[in-house]
């Protein structure tokens, strides 16, 4: 592992005690065991296999990988494989893409308590559905949808990625074309549930409930703006 360090130019002692008090307690061990995986993969110190010709007996040795999610090669190998996978699920109708973010104040909250996370699928999932209902009545719809926790720039920004058909099935079994999404609304919709359910798992926490409030009040402002725009097909 010391020769794989030198080797990358990483110190990586003082790479964790840099860090360290931006990651959660609670997330120490887990993330110290990734980082020490990922540093040492198809380092043959973190152990190989060994492949013999029965016939001239030439030796090859293959390191393991540390199929972990977060290194740049084995995660584009398990990202390329869910790909294909929901390639082969996905609907051949066409579809939208949506990002549903959150406010900047509202990040810390996330970051201290990880678990909330989860809470950022759901609530888009649902505040999709809201919306869509709202405009196309009883519709049944496809959705894949995932969560990111940082942006372009590797600060934590976690937002919801989620890839939408452009239609769904009524009540009928038949199938209905969307014209289009009210991008607005459904923003308003997502931010208003999202203060709701925070609101309502934290009934005592003050600095979050001063942060909603900041939040309501800027959704207040969007609903008395111009009407909002319209995502369609392909935006």
């Known amino acids: 592992m010391g020769q794989a360090r030198k080797r ?38 973190s152990g190989f296999a060994r492949y013999v010709c029965p016939k001239c007996y030439e030796e090859r040795i293959v390191p393991f990988s540390c199929k972990t999610r977060f290194c740049p090669s084995c995660g584009k190998v398990r990202t390329d494989q869910w790909v294909r996978q929901m390639a082969q699920e996905l609907c051949d109708v066409p579809h939208y893409h949506l990002t549903l973010t959150i406010a900047k104040e509202m990040r810390i909250f996330f970051d201290r308590d990880r678990s909330l996370l989860k809470l950022l699928a759901t609530e888009a999932a649902a505040s999709v559905r809201e919306v869509i209902a709202a405009i196309y009545g009883d519709i049944r719809v496809g959705m894949v949808y995932t969560i990111h926790t940082f942006g372009r720039d590797l600060l934590f920004k976690p937002h919801v990625h989620l890839v939408l058909t452009a239609g769904g099935l009524n009540k009928d079994g038949h199938w209905i074309d969307f014209d289009g999404i009210l991008g607005s609304k459904l923003v308003v919709t997502w931010k208003k549930r999202l203060c709701d359910h925070l609101s309502g798992c934290h009934p005592q926490n003050h600095p979050i409930h001063t942060v909603l409030r900041r939040v309501r009040a800027s959704l207040q402002s969007a609903g008395a703006s111009l009407p909002p725009p319209l995502l369609q097909n392909g935006a």
């Open 8 to 45: 990358e130019g990483i110190d990586y002692k003082r790479w964790w005690d840099y860090h360290r008090e931006r990651i959660p307690a609670d997330q120490w061990a887990y993330v110290q065991k990734i980082v020490e995986r990922m540093m040492g993969c198809r380092n043959p110190q």
